[in-house]
């Protein structure tokens, strides 16, 4: 069978004019066995369908704050830089992928942009949200953990991940804040923080976590387990599609 096609979208620099990804992910996808291949966010909208027609799974990763008129908010004062090009596509990306049933990991903002798409809303500033938060964003390298998270014991993580209490790297001062379409919560941190969010759907695989897994790969099995989850499941749509299609030809 023929490695299933993991689309991962990319961050943009206005001022340098560049469209960059970190290694992190595309050494994560390739480590589970999957293809992976960046998807331009400076390209025309309405060539997503187009895009996503050579992917078998839709990974959103990390990058900057999501404009808050995008989830009809006005900017809270710690609101960060935000990046039009990028909320614009990986918005409508998400909205198309989850049109399609396609398997989808959304990482940290990613996170963010999955609820978003599915008509949920961000908390813009966890220490105006949280009463008493514990650090989210770490002072320690990447591939280190610095807190736990707390994993609903019934969720589809659960099952990916393999035990409820999990540590986990953080680098985010926003969470997601309510949840759209069928989503629910599938683990918090112990001072309440969404630390993972995925679809109520038996079937699908959709998912979105705060933390950033493609950073701790390499040392940590539950999120090496998580990568070779999203690739499973593309596997899964690609046979799916595979089908449809050969039917569609009868």
């Known amino acids: 069978m023929v490695s299933p096609v993991i689309g991962i979208t990319c961050c943009f620099n206005e001022k340098t004019g560049r469209i960059w990804l970190t290694k992190y992910y595309i050494e994560a996808v390739a480590a589970a066995g999957g293809v992976p291949v960046v998807l331009p966010v400076l390209a025309p909208v309405s060539r997503i369908k187009e895009l996503l027609s050579i992917c078998?799974?839709?990974l959103l990763p990390g990058g900057g704050d999501i404009d808050p008129l995008q989830f009809?908010?006005?900017?809270?004062?710690?609101?960060?830089?935000i990046c039009p090009q990028c909320d614009y596509f990986e918005l409508q990306a998400a909205?198309?992928?989850?049109?399609?049933?396609?398997?989808?990991l959304g990482i940290c903002r990613g996170a963010q942009v999955l609820n978003v798409?599915?008509?949920?809303?961000v908390c813009q500033d966890i220490a105006h949200e949280i009463e008493k938060p514990i650090k989210h964003f770490q002072q320690a390298p990447r591939w280190h953990p610095t807190h736990t998270i707390i994993i609903e014991p019934n969720s589809k993580l659960k099952?990916?991940?393999?035990?409820?209490?999990?540590?986990?790297?953080?680098?985010?001062?926003?969470?997601?804040g309510k949840l759209g379409g069928n989503f629910k919560v599938s683990a918090q941190a112990p001072d309440g923080v969404i630390e993972a969010i995925e679809d109520n759907?038996?079937?699908k695989f959709v998912l979105g976590v705060q933390y950033h897994p493609e950073a701790m790969?390499?040392?940590d099995k539950y999120s090496q387990n998580l990568f070779k989850a999203l690739v499973n499941a593309a596997k899964n749509f690609n046979v799916k599609q595979n089908c449809i299609n050969s039917k569609s030809t009868l």
Not at 95 to 104: G, H, N, R
Not at 159 to 176: C, D, L, P, Y
């Open 56 to 58: 078998h799974g839709l």
């Open 72 to 81: 009809g908010e006005e900017p809270h004062p710690n609101n960060g830089e």
């Open 95 to 104: 909205v198309k992928a989850l049109e399609l049933e396609m398997p989808i």
């Open 117 to 121: 798409a599915a008509g949920g809303t």
């Open 159 to 176: 099952g990916i991940i393999g035990s409820r209490v999990v540590k986990v790297n953080s680098f985010h001062h926003q969470m997601v």
């Open 201 to 203: 759907g038996t079937d």
């Open 217 to 219: 790969w390499r040392n």
